[in-house]
């Protein structure tokens, strides 16, 4: 990364050029290209260059040793674009080097203890980034340690109280041990900080990434229940209304045939005929009734079923017995799935149940809605009955909702349909 950035890109690609690369900078980090570590940099550059003008100015002496040390302290504030972060010895290295460079700097240089100072702040802010925090304290201590030393160690200037000069000395050591602690406090809270801010956005994405994913599993299983309820439908037509058209056109054949030779027998026929044409459109209405989006279309539910229940009397003759006991409000997806349980019942009752009685009852019952559909028809095995399509989309819609579907039948004892859904995950 460093060698591209700084280089052609021709220089990158010799061999040996190309082997060194990740040894020498893949367990760096490159400062200028983490916006979390920019600000940092900066504060460090203020603060070396607060050092460099003291070194100057504080007071001017132009000499070899002057530009030595601004020279070492430029040195030391380029470390700072490349620090380590992986591997342990390469880091305690770094950090030796660093400690190291302030010696030389205080004891063969002249460096000031104010430019120790700085140096040293500088050093603690870096370890923030490279170490955890046994490391930091401990580059925290040696710290203090290194600046008290090169502080209390210098010789007392004669002609100055040794007293206020000591004074002095302690004064500027508690500051700096202070400044020290204050330092590690707000960088480490800066970067938990960023670090908490980076979590927010990564988990941000992932939420976006689980949302989109979501929705699209979503639109798969519309796409595959809209496909099986299009199949049922499809069946239900062929079966039943196709049947009864095919019936129809017999009955209408046969009244063409004896319309001349016998004028009674074709009246039966053409009675029959029109009578299966009035089974065929109410089979097309239900149907229609089955393909709405919102079969409730703004009804409450127990109106919706109470019109379930005259539709079913109206064509069957069988009056239902019912008991409908919702003290809440349900969501529509609730409404929704509740009404076609009982309509795809009722469908089964009329077609193949050949029942005289039916009783319905939707109430609630310990912390959970139950519905029940019971019929005293011919009834049926439900182990030989695995393919039809309305048992099967009513168990669906009932698991759907966290719900439970038990299914209650023998030849001869009619049928019983038993749905259970816990309210704790209706009124969510």
């Known amino acids: 990364m460093l060698f591209d950035y700084l280089f052609p890109s021709k220089i990158g690609k010799i061999p040996l050029v190309s082997l060194l690369q990740p040894l020498s900078w893949n367990s760096y980090m490159f400062r200028l290209t983490y916006r979390s570590f920019r600000l940092l940099l900066y504060l460090e550059w203020l603060l070396l260059v607060t050092a460099v003008f003291m070194e100057v100015l504080l007071p001017f002496s132009l000499c070899w040793s002057l530009l030595l040390r601004v020279l070492a302290i430029a040195v030391f504030g380029l470390m700072g674009f490349l620090l380590p972060t992986v591997k342990l010895g390469t880091k305690l290295l770094y950090t030796v080097i660093e400690f190291g460079f302030i010696w030389v700097l205080a004891t063969q240089s002249e460096l000031s203890t104010r430019s120790v100072f700085l140096l040293c702040l500088v050093l ?20 203090f340690i290194s600046y008290g030393t090169i502080l209390l160690s210098k010789p007392i200037v004669p002609g100055k109280f040794p007293i206020i000069v000591w004074d002095w000395r302690l004064s500027n050591l508690l500051l700096f041990s202070l400044t020290l602690i204050f330092a590690l406090l707000l960088i480490n809270a800066l970067l938990a900080e960023r670090q908490s801010r980076e979590q927010l956005e990564i988990a941000h994405r992932e939420l976006e ?39 129809q056109a017999i009955q209408i054949n046969n009244t063409l045939l004896f319309w001349e030779s016998n004028p009674d027998k074709s009246l039966t026929f053409l009675k029959q005929a029109k009578q299966q044409g009035a089974e065929a459109l109410l089979e097309i209405r239900r149907s229609v009734s089955v393909l709405r989006s ?4 703004g009804q409450s539910l127990e109106s919706a079923i109470k019109k379930l229940l005259k539709d079913f009397q109206q064509t069957t003759g069988i009056e239902p017995a019912y008991k409908i006991d919702v003290p809440f409000s349900l969501p529509t997806e609730v409404n929704t799935t509740l009404y076609r349980i009982v309509q795809e019942s009722l469908t089964n009752i009329y077609k193949h149940a050949q029942a005289i009685g039916v009783t319905i009852q939707l109430q609630q019952q310990a912390q959970k809605l139950n ?38 039948s023998q030849p001869g004892t009619g049928c019983r349909i038993y749905v259970s859904f816990p309210l704790s995950k209706l009124l969510l």
């Open 209 to 247: 990434i689980t949302h989109q994913q979501l929705q699209q599993y979503a639109l798969r299983i519309e796409d595959q229940a809209t496909l099986q309820e299009r199949n049922r439908i499809a069946r239900e037509i062929h079966d039943g209304l196709g049947h009864t058209l095919s019936a």
């Open 294 to 297: 919102n079969p409730l279309q």
């Open 124 to 143: 603690v802010m870096r370890s923030c980034l490279i170490f955890k925090r046994s490391g930091q304290l401990t580059v925290l201590g040696l710290s």
């Open 371 to 408: 519905l029940s559909i019971e019929d005293n028809g011919k009834g049926f095995d439900p182990n030989q009955n695995t393919t039809g399509f309305g048992l099967q989309g009513m168990r669906e819609r009932a698991l759907a909702l966290g719900g439970q579907f038990h299914l209650q």
